[in-house]
């Protein structure tokens, strides 16, 4: 038996309801777009796909360990911006160029790659919506330009949270399953 796991760090209620103020813009853009829950926000820091429940318990133990020599650290969280796919949008995302982020990303994901090892480089970014048809286009581009220099306040990386993700129709289902404080 398996269960769907990532590693991510929560956001803040007050930077939720900063990115809250810019959803009914982004609706305004008659985009085709999948938001993501307000309380579903966060950043990915390992994605760890389909894990063995065997395994999870070894998983624990790295993460802890891990976060043990960790010290905590402020994130600002600025600027919409979106991946591409074949020149088309495909995620909208909150940006946060942080080098401590960037570093927490690379160095749980080269203490996990006994897992699984990432296979792009990881751009630290919360995801704000997925697009899910060419529609509107040149609307959501002049959206993410418009709020390309937006600031969203700042969070404090104070902890990492395992989540088990299930996938439904209605979107993804997230169940805490370990939750580990910096220093």
């Not at 007050?14 to 813009?25: G, H, L, N, S, T």
């Not at 853009?29 to 309380?39: H, I, S």
């Not at 065997?54 to 891990?66: D, R």
Request: proline share 3%; aromatic share 8%.
């Amino acid at each position: 038996m398996t269960k769907r796991l990532f590693v991510a760090v929560p956001v803040s209620k007050e930077v939720q309801e900063r990115i809250k103020a810019i959803y009914q813009p982004l609706k305004n853009t008659g985009a085709d777009l999948k938001f993501v829950p307000l309380e579903n926000l966060h950043f990915t820091v390992k994605f760890l796909g389909d894990v063995e429940e065997s395994k999870i318990t070894e998983l624990v133990e790295k993460i802890k360990t891990f976060v043990s020599n960790r010290n905590r650290f402020s994130v600002d969280l600025k600027g919409v911006g979106a991946f591409l796919n074949n020149n088309s949008i495909k995620v909208i995302w909150v940006g946060a160029d942080n080098p401590n982020l960037i570093s927490l990303i690379k160095d749980l994901d080269k203490e996990l790659d006994c897992l699984k090892k990432n296979e792009q480089e990881e751009i630290p970014h919360l995801t704000i919506a997925r697009v899910k048809s060419e529609k509107n286009k040149e609307k959501l581009a002049d959206f993410i330009k418009k709020f390309a220099t937006e600031n969203f306040g700042s969070i404090v990386v104070e902890k990492l949270i395992l989540y088990e993700s299930k996938l439904t129709r209605e979107g993804p289902n997230y169940t805490l399953l370990g939750e580990w404080d910096l220093k």
